[in-house]
């Protein structure tokens, strides 16, 4: 076996795992395999090994990579988990199937004028700055209710919340907290959990982990 597909193996026991642990079904998790800045050729192999969910964080990065990929594996699914700006709306509902990062009310309407245009709709995660740090993308966390809101009136299909805690501290807590207001919001799916604490995130109620570094290898 290559190393991501053996990598592969191991995330997926270990998603089960963590289901298990807080009783949940490991098949009410997908695996977004994060490849950005990962070449074709290091890609392959994961979808040799039948990995169908990807995560891109450019537009264009996007663009450049996959239409290939896509027409020998036509089941691949494609999630943007990075910024979005808003005239790239329209590149961004042609070719991903969900959207992680809506976070602004300008975001809102570019993406309600690109679906009506393309004739695709596509589910969109509001991404939360659950640390309530200056420099991390997401909506704050009092701007939430408006924004979904908003979101809602302009008929984006919302799927759930979407969280990247802060770095080097014990992430659970931002998780519950991301849990928490997605219930309190009725939304049910989660979007939670990296390489270094998709386990916590799942025992938490993550319904999507995007991972990257534990199944391709540091990025450079
Ligand atoms: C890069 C990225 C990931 C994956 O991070 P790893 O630590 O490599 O698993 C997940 N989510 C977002 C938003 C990212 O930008």
């Known amino acids: 076996m290559t190393e991501p597909a053996q990598a592969l193996c191991e995330i997926r026991d270990d998603i089960a795992h963590a289901a298990r642990i ?37 537009v264009q ?4 990579k996959w239409p290939d990929l896509k027409a ?12 979005l700006q808003s005239n790239k709306a329209e590149d961004a509902a042609l070719l991903f199937d969900a959207i992680h990062s809506l976070d602004r009310p300008s975001l809102v309407t570019a993406l309600a004028r690109a679906f009506e245009k ?4 596509v589910p969109c995660f509001v991404q939360v700055n659950i640390g309530d740090e ?3 993308g997401g909506c704050a966390i ?23 805690p802060p770095a080097d501290v014990e992430p659970s807590p931002y998780f519950a907290l991301l849990a928490k207001l997605a219930a309190d919001n009725g939304l049910s799916r989660l979007s939670m959990g990296m390489s270094g604490d998709f386990e916590a995130a799942v025992r938490l109620g993550a319904t ?13």
């Open 134 to 136: 200056e420099q991390k």
């Open 118 to 121: 393309t004739g695709r709709s």
């Open 22 to 58: 807080a009783r949940r079904k490991g098949e009410d998790v997908t695996l977004i395999a994060v490849s950005k800045t990962r070449t074709p050729a290091e890609i392959e192999p994961l979808l040799e090994a039948g990995q169908r969910v990807f995560g891109e964080n450019r």
């Open 72 to 83: 020998r594996y036509p089941d691949v699914r494609l999630h943007l988990v990075g910024q």
């Open 61 to 64: 990065e996007a663009q450049a």
């Open 142 to 164: 009092a701007d939430l209710p408006a924004l979904l809101a908003e979101a809602k009136a302009a008929g984006l299909p919302i799927a759930g919340l979407m969280c990247v």
């Open 208 to 220: 999507h982990v995007r991972v990257g570094t534990a199944l391709f290898g540091p990025r450079d």
